[in-house]
């Protein structure tokens, strides 16, 4: 039995891609002194500094099936892949309504680079906030990595001395040839109920080149595989509450938000959605000559309640987690644990709405969507492969529904709540 060992060099024939040439750490790796109104400030600057980098590597990135370099190193420069990690391991440890704010301008330039951007930032956070210390010293040994995270549970895991034996398939690790380190799971034999967090060498995984896809094609995010691979004790997640945080201010495991990382597909879906209605805006802007002025009103009309709805939408995202990065930092009685559900269904209803703008956009534009390459066709597929992920599929309605109709749980936000129960006695 051929076992691979966690941190070994792993032969390269057995990987089905090359990655990038550029290094897997962050060049800074110590504690940033910015505040975070100041990095909020710069980061929204870098975002506009870097549109152009982005934008560039959009098309060379479908292609290849990842990140340009250039893209890579700018978002590294400038530190968006550390966004959520803990002020102590050098991390910003950002309100999640500042993140939201960076993902949708990010999202709004090329969205290949902002997906990449949120699952790295959830991959690092998750490694940095709740895996054990000899773990993170190894993980954080020559700075702040690079990092992917695979959300579901892809294979096993079997205890045997000194750690565990993994072996499996682990979908959709989306930014892998980027990463240094991958965060995932696996169901522990004889005791299937448990799930082991794992930090695995990403060096160290058999990369799959499944990631033929028709949209988000830049985000690679292949399958790996890994077979009779050593997994030592240290690199597996704690056995006693292995997901919960043990380090940072910020403690949203305590919020009990059903899906916390809804709020990046929350943001994802607002940044698609402004540039779709941006570039509609630009084309109706100019006088074209054979355009009829009701075409001109019905696109006005629909344009308009596009905008509203999206307005909406960022005003209760505003709204909600200004109020979970309250409790998270200990004013527990700015939420209520009976809106767990909210934020899943509100991403899920953000994702409809850059949907239905994007199609907006995509049907309005006329001969600039007809004509390849053009932004608005890799904006309807990008959006189209997004909204199936399963943090924002249709079930977060009614999941969130049957939650208010079980609980009597109160309606609406701020002045505007009232309890049913109350109001039919």
Same mark, same amino acid.
């Given at each position: 039995?051929?076992?691979?060992?966690?941190?070994?060099?792993?032969?390269?024939?057995?990987?089905?891609? *090359? $990655?990038?040439?550029?290094?897997?750490?962050?060049?800074?790796?110590?504690?940033?002194?910015?505040?975070?109104?100041?990095?909020?400030?710069r980061l929204l600057?870098?975002?506009?500094?870097?549109?152009?980098?982005?934008n560039?590597?959009?098309?060379?990135?479908?292609?290849e099936g990842?990140?340009?370099?250039?893209?890579?190193?700018? =978002?590294?420069?400038?530190?968006?892949?550390?966004? $959520?990690?803990c002020?102590?391991?050098?991390?910003?440890?950002l309100?999640?309504?500042?993140?939201l704010?960076?993902?949708?301008?990010?999202?709004?330039?090329?969205?290949?680079?902002?997906?990449?951007?949120?699952?790295?930032?959830n991959?690092?956070?998750?490694?940095?906030?709740?895996?054990?210390?000899?773990?993170?010293?190894?993980?954080?040994?020559?700075?702040?990595? $690079?990092c992917?995270?695979?959300?579901? %549970?892809?294979?096993?895991?079997?205890?045997?001395?000194g750690?565990?034996?993994?072996?499996?398939?682990?979908?959709?690790?989306?930014?892998?040839?980027?990463?240094?380190?991958?965060?995932?799971?696996?169901?522990?034999?004889?005791?299937?109920?448990?799930?082991?967090?794992?930090?695995i %060498?990403?060096?160290?995984? *058999?990369?799959?080149?499944?990631?033929?896809?028709?949209?988000?094609?830049?985000?690679?995010?292949?399958?790996?595989?890994?077979?009779?691979?050593?997994?030592?004790?240290?690199l597996?997640?704690? *056995?006693?509450? %292995?997901?919960?945080?043990?380090?940072?201010?910020?403690?949203?495991?305590?919020?009990?938000?059903?899906?916390?990382?809804?709020?990046?597909h929350?943001?994802?879906?607002?940044?698609v959605?402004?540039?779709?209605?941006?570039?509609?805006?630009?084309?109706?802007?100019?006088?074209?000559?054979?355009?009829?002025?009701?075409?001109?009103?019905?696109?006005?009309?629909?344009?308009?309640?596009?905008?509203?709805?999206?307005?909406?939408?960022?005003?209760?995202?505003h709204?909600?987690?200004? $109020?979970?990065?309250?409790?998270?930092?200990?004013?527990?009685?700015?939420?209520?644990?009976? *809106?767990?559900?909210?934020?899943?269904?509100?991403?899920?209803?953000?994702?409809?709405?850059?949907?239905?703008?994007?199609? =907006?956009?995509?049907?309005?534009a006329?001969?600039?969507?007809?004509?390849?390459?053009?932004?608005f066709?890799?904006?309807?597929?990008?959006?189209?492969?997004?909204?199936?992920?399963?943090?924002?599929?249709?079930?977060?309605? %009614?999941?969130?529904?049957?939650?208010?109709?079980?609980?009597?749980?109160?309606?609406? =936000?701020?002045?505007?709540?009232?309890?049913?129960?109350?109001?039919?006695?």
């Amino acid at each position: 039995m051929s076992v691979l060992v966690a941190g070994e060099t792993a032969n390269t024939s057995a990987m089905s891609g *090359e $990655r990038v040439s550029s290094s897997p750490t962050f060049p800074d790796a110590q504690a940033t002194q910015e505040s975070p109104s100041a990095t909020r400030a710069r980061l929204l600057e870098a975002a506009k500094s870097i549109a152009g980098t982005l934008n560039e590597g959009g098309a060379p990135a479908d292609r290849e099936g990842q990140l340009t370099e250039a893209s890579v190193a700018a =978002l590294t420069e400038h530190g968006f892949w550390r966004m $959520r990690l803990c002020r102590e391991l050098g991390g910003f440890e950002l309100p999640i309504v500042t993140q939201l704010e960076v993902l949708a301008a990010l999202a709004a330039e090329d969205t290949s680079s902002a997906w990449c951007t949120m699952v790295a930032n959830n991959g690092l956070a998750m490694l940095g906030g709740t895996m054990p210390e000899a773990a993170v010293g190894r993980i954080f040994a020559e700075g702040i990595p $690079r990092c992917s995270i695979v959300a579901s %549970p892809g294979g096993s895991a079997t205890p045997t001395a000194g750690g565990f034996l993994l072996n499996g398939t682990w979908r959709l690790a989306s930014a892998i040839r980027h990463a240094a380190w991958v965060y995932a799971t696996a169901l522990v034999e004889r005791d299937p109920s448990r799930v082991l967090p794992l930090a695995i %060498p990403a060096a160290d995984v *058999e990369l799959l080149n499944t990631w033929d896809v028709v949209g988000l094609a830049g985000t690679g995010s292949h399958d790996f595989k890994l077979t009779d691979y050593f997994l030592p004790t240290e690199l597996a997640g704690r *056995e006693d509450a %292995p997901f919960a945080q043990v380090r940072g201010t910020r403690r949203y495991d305590l919020v009990q938000v059903e899906h916390l990382e809804s709020y990046e597909h929350l943001a994802f879906a607002i940044g698609v959605a402004r540039r779709a209605l941006h570039e509609l805006r630009a084309i109706f802007s100019k006088p074209v000559p054979g355009r009829y002025v009701a075409d001109r009103e019905i696109v006005e009309d629909e344009m308009g309640k596009a905008v509203v709805k999206l307005h909406a939408v960022e005003a209760l995202a505003h709204a909600l987690f200004t $109020r979970i990065d309250a409790a998270a930092c200990g004013e527990p009685q700015s939420w209520l644990k009976t *809106e767990r559900h909210l934020p899943r269904a509100l991403a899920s209803w953000a994702t409809s709405l850059a949907l239905e703008c994007v199609q =907006l956009a995509f049907h309005r534009a006329g001969l600039a969507a007809l004509r390849r390459p053009n932004l608005f066709e890799k904006l309807l597929r990008d959006m189209s492969i997004a909204a199936t992920h399963v943090v924002v599929d249709d079930l977060a309605f %009614p999941t969130y529904a049957q939650h208010l109709i079980e609980t009597g749980a109160p309606l609406g =936000l701020g002045a505007f709540t009232f309890n049913l129960t109350a109001r039919e006695a």
